[in-house]
């Protein structure tokens, strides 16, 4: 049978709902960053109830679903969550069903976390549209409740404020046509078997870049196998690498910054619901910073960092923090500063005690990333990929240093990992390591700048 789920990983490539379907064994298992994502979708979930109060809610999946949705449905409530249809060869399940009492019929109701209304969304509830369809059970509208991002959080959540319910009954009856064309099609794809064939391949929608296509690649008949290994190596690797280094204009670029430079990294949460007073949906919560700070180039630096971990706003003790360990003079220096700035005048906004710290912080900083960018740049070095990111170039210029050993080697690792850390269910000696973790990555981060500010200096005199 294909369910929803299966029908929108045949939408973002076959390959997907092949593997699902056919060799589960080939897939890796869910990283905690995919379990955050479905926690913060469950939460999002659960507020939406709230603006159907007296909602049923069904138990059960597939049949046993379909068999108590059924039973729902009659009893006369007026919202019933999470209901199950099993049509044909196909089964759904809605996030909320109202009933439309002036058709007589009912309206679905798909709870997304997002802040618009997206494509797929419609091509989701069109596949369940077909699906309520065809097992008899009318359904007159079709809505997305999604996020608003102008809502402000003030005491409890207000639902209502929270959300925005859009109809999109035409443009989902618009993709039911198309969506019924192509349930057969990926029906036969879960037929297809466990051994890999050229029609998973001419299924593919990118053979070049599909991760999923790279899961099952060994498994392919040697011929088609080389083939395809070698369009997605693309270009050799040319040795040895190119380098081009504009000195001038690096040494230009340093020469108008003041000591001691100070070097600043923030992490950071950004909830899909507010969790503190006077914050937006999505908008970043600023929990963390590292700050290395080097008196003149060569010398060694000294290290700060914050990081809160208590269930509380951290802005204000984290810029009372920041402001008595910084300096009142010289350059800071940040990694893409634009969101390191960003973060600033919102706090600024927030805290207007900070705000003349915080502009200060900002008329100061400078960022390393235009020298290094493909367009524009002063630094260029084939083995950056084409790319500017910190996590890019620090292996390249200082292959010394690495994330590689750590724990915690990406930001969004870093970012999901605080809800757990200001958990008190979770035992103390987690968090405690966590903590560890979450601290090492983040000075790693600032060092990381330290070595490669030294580097541009000897390149460029």
């Known amino acids: 049978m294909l369910s929803k789920s299966d029908f929108m990983k045949y939408k973002r490539c076959p390959c997907e709902l092949w593997l699902q379907k056919c060799r589960p064994d ?90 618009k209304v997206k494509e797929e969304h419609i091509i989701d509830l069109a596949f369940q549209l077909t699906c309520f369809r065809t097992a008899h059970v009318e359904v007159s509208k079709t809505y997305v409740v999604h996020v608003n991002p102008r809502y402000v959080r003030h005491g409890e959540i207000n639902p209502q404020k929270l959300f925005t319910m ?31 064939t050229q029609k998973n ?17 060994h498994e392919l008949p040697a011929a088609i196998r080389e083939e395809l290994m070698e369009l997605r190596a693309g270009e050799p690797r040319r040795n040895p690498p190119v380098i081009a280094i504009d000195a001038d204009r690096i040494r230009r670029a340093l020469s108008g910054l003041h000591q001691p430079f100070q070097f600043l990294d923030y992490e950071t949460y950004s909830p899909a619901i507010p969790m503190f007073d006077g914050y937006r949906p999505y908008e970043a919560v600023t929990f963390q910073y590292s700050l290395h700070v080097q008196a003149e180039s060569g010398a060694k630096p000294s290290h700060d960092a914050y990081l809160h971990d208590k269930l509380s706003d951290p802005a204000p003790s984290l810029a009372a923090h920041l402001r008595e360990h910084s300096r009142p003079g010289g350059a800071f220096i940040a990694w893409y500063a634009t969101f390191e700035k960003t973060r600033n005048d919102e706090m600024a906004r927030r805290l207007p005690s900070f705000a003349q710290f915080f502009a200060s912080v900002n008329q100061r900083m400078f960022d390393p990333i235009n020298l290094f960018k493909k367009k524009g740049g002063a630094y260029f070095h084939s083995d950056f990929g084409g790319s500017a990111s ?39 000696e987690k968090r405690k390591t966590l903590r560890e973790n979450m601290l090492e990555y983040c000075g790693l981060d600032t060092l990381a700048m330290v070595k490669i500010m030294e580097h541009l200096k000897q390149v460029s005199t």
């Open 390 to 428: 910190l996590k890019k170039v620090l292996p390249v210029i200082v292959p010394e240093l690495s994330y590689k050993g750590l724990a915690i080697q990406k930001g969004d690792v870093a970012s999901y990992s605080w809800p757990t850390l200001i958990d008190p269910t979770v035992p103390a």
């Open 201 to 217: 391949v001419d299924a593919c929608v990118n053979t070049e870049t599909c991760e999923f296509l790279g899961y099952y690649l």
């Open 26 to 115: 080939l897939l890796p298992p869910a990283d905690a960053g995919l379990e955050h994502v479905f926690a913060m979708g469950n939460q999002v979930d659960r507020e939406a109830r709230l603006l159907f109060p007296g909602g049923h809610e069904v138990q059960g999946f597939v049949f046993d679903g379909w068999r108590n949705t059924q039973k729902a449905l009659s009893e006369g409530h007026e919202a019933i969550f999470q209901p199950t249809v099993v049509a044909d060869q196909i089964h759904a399940r809605a996030d909320i069903l109202t009933r439309n009492r002036a058709q007589g019929s009912w309206d679905i109701r798909e709870v997304k976390m997002t802040t």
């Open 166 to 196: 859009e109809d999109v009954t035409e443009e989902v009856r618009k993709e039911v046509l198309r969506v019924k064309r192509e349930i057969p099609k990926a029906l036969e794809i879960t037929k297809w078997g466990r051994k890999p």
